[in-house]
């Protein structure tokens, strides 16, 4: 069989797997977990054990709203305890508005207003002007964004979600300035469809670049090597379907490597849809015990059967040197202590690399509606995507895949 014929009407509709057809129990005990992530109905946690913080407000109202769950509080009030927040981090962080906790926390909450349908009422203009002053190729050549440089990607999508808000919502002229970020990006894109180094696709490669597919998607530009992208980050599963450079996968290179392997939010052939369900059923029997999802189940603890995990992840990199050698670089640094927990700016607290989180809760479940959607288009209605530019947007919002570019 052409492992890369187009799917027909028939093979789309014949599947289903047991995790697609379990995502009423997942989506179930997914909500019981965020109940545990509640303090008071206005404050939210990280995890359990975390203390309360902006960013996991904003991730619990992601999760309420893929889920189609009830907010605990009217809009209004939750929308004004987001202004307030993100207002007070602005004043914290001083002349450190370029960093990525804030630019991150802003671009979070623009969404978070978004789907509440608040964003009209107060669209936090005075906090994205100021995001707007240095020009578009400044931005992104300052961060290494052409360049692939690690992390990147986060800024380059924030700067382009920052141009399309002030654009729609503050009625400034970025039109120029959204052209370029798109040319720039188009321009420089490497033999894979991503940024960086052409010698082989790594995991950091692509999903640090996934963030520029993100805007590009929302855009409505399509990317002009789709189908060297497919192939490269499909052959980047493990034997489990999971994406990460360790075993057990992660949050963020799961879902972005679904995202990627579902352009337009539709499923391109018959070889990508084998992987896809793999990918699905490993992340179904990875949710917790309490509902959630956390970042791998395999990272810790230190015992022989995941050490093993570890290296056979390496081994299976075969002759593809840059992949082995970042796969051994990952399975030897994450054997120190440093790491036996995640450490992020989004909560004081540390935790567990199989502790459930609001994040990787997230994450994981757009993953599956990524999913979901992409082998029975008629779910679309299932879901809740936010209608704004940036994580958690889906192509299906609209009448059609149509450019949305000046």
């Known amino acids: 069989m052409d492992t890369r014929a187009p799917l027909t009407a028939e093979t789309q509709r014949q599947g289903g797997t047991n995790a697609l057809a379990s995502l009423g129990k997942i989506r179930s005990d997914l909500s019981r977990f965020l109940s545990r992530a509640e303090v008071g109905s206005q404050d939210f946690r990280l995890t359990p054990r975390a203390d309360p913080s902006p960013y996991a407000r904003c991730f619990y109202v992601f999760l309420c709203h893929t889920l189609k769950l009830p907010f605990p509080l009217p809009s209004e009030e939750l929308a004004m305890t987001i202004r307030v927040a993100v207002r007070a981090e602005r004043q914290r962080c001083g002349d450190r508005t370029g960093d990525k906790p804030f630019r991150q926390l802003l671009t979070f909450s623009l969404s978070a207003l978004a789907l509440l349908d608040e964003l009209r009422q107060d669209p936090l203009a005075d906090l994205v002007k100021e995001q707007l002053a240095r020009p578009v190729g400044l931005e992104l050549g300052s961060h290494g964004c052409l360049e692939g440089r690690a992390g990147s990607g986060n800024q380059a999508m924030f700067v382009g979600i920052f141009l399309i808000h002030a654009r729609d919502y503050l009625g400034i002229d970025t039109h120029a300035a959204i052209e370029e970020w798109v040319r720039l990006h188009l321009a420089h894109m490497n033999r894979f469809g991503f940024w960086g180094e052409t010698t082989a696709m790594t995991h950091l490669q692509f999903q640090n670049g996934y963030h520029q597919h993100e805007l590009l998607e929302y855009l409505g530009v399509e990317n002009p090597r789709r189908e060297e992208a497919l192939v490269a980050v499909r052959r980047l599963a493990d ?75 390496a081994i299976s990199a075969g002759r593809c040197m840059p992949l082995l050698a970042e796969r051994l670089r990952y399975g030897i640094t994450l054997q120190r202590n ?69």
């Open 338 to 406: 440093k790491h036996n927990s995640i450490h992020t700016h989004w909560s004081v607290y540390s935790r567990g690399w199989g502790e459930s989180d609001l994040w990787d809760s997230w994450f994981r479940i757009l993953a599956l509606a990524r999913i979901d959607i992409a082998l029975n288009p008629d779910h679309i209605d299932e879901w809740g995507f936010i209608d704004y530019p940036g994580i958690g947007y889906h192509p299906g919002l609209r009448n059609g895949f149509r450019r949305r570019l000046p």
């Open 239 to 313: 034997r489990e379907g999971h994406f990460a450079p360790y075993p057990g996968g992660g949050g963020c290179y799961d879902y972005d490597a679904v995202f990627m392997l579902t352009p337009e939010g539709r499923l391109q052939d018959i070889a990508t849809r084998s992987t896809l369900v793999k990918t699905a059923s490993s992340i179904a029997s990875n949710q917790r015990d309490d509902g959630g999802f956390c970042e791998s189940v395999y990272v810790r603890p230190r015992s022989i059967r995941n050490l093993c995990r570890f290296a056979a992840h």
